[in-house]
């Protein structure tokens, strides 16, 4: 069955930078894109940034463009999200996303979840 298992977060102060990890199984990860979601505590889940299987990337988020960077490793099945410059607007539970994925590989946007991992927490304070 498909898993995804998110690591990485944690509590920094604002300015400070974390990288996220995500390692997938269960399914042909490079034949899909991935992205990153996140939901703040009394918010909306909403897409930060999203990866074609190529590496291209035709989704981030204006809230975090200049400052996030999404990429992966097809080779090891892991997606990554590098957050710079963090704010306090970036507290959230960030879930990576397999995103659905049609014809040769490209990305449903606005980006649709098939599955999602637990999450990993970050937490920015000021």
């Known amino acids: 069955q498909v898993q995804l298992v998110e690591s990485g977060g944690g509590s920094v102060q604002a300015g400070g930078s974390l990288r996220l990890s995500c390692t997938a199984s269960g399914f042909s990860f490079s034949r899909y894109c991935m992205g990153w979601f996140r939901q703040a505590p009394g918010g909306e889940r909403e897409s930060v940034a999203v990866?074609?299987?190529?590496?291209?990337?035709?989704h981030v988020s204006d809230s975090v463009t200049g400052r996030f960077t999404i990429s992966r490793d097809n080779a090891k099945n892991t997606l990554y999200l590098q957050m710079n410059s963090l704010k306090p607007g970036d507290t959230a539970m960030y879930y990576c996303?397999?995103?659905?994925?049609w014809g040769a590989g490209y990305c449903w946007i606005p980006p649709q979840s098939n599955y999602n991992g637990q999450g990993t927490q970050v937490t920015v304070s000021s």
């Open positions: 990866i074609d299987v190529g590496g291209g990337i035709p």
């Open positions: 996303v397999q995103v659905r994925t």
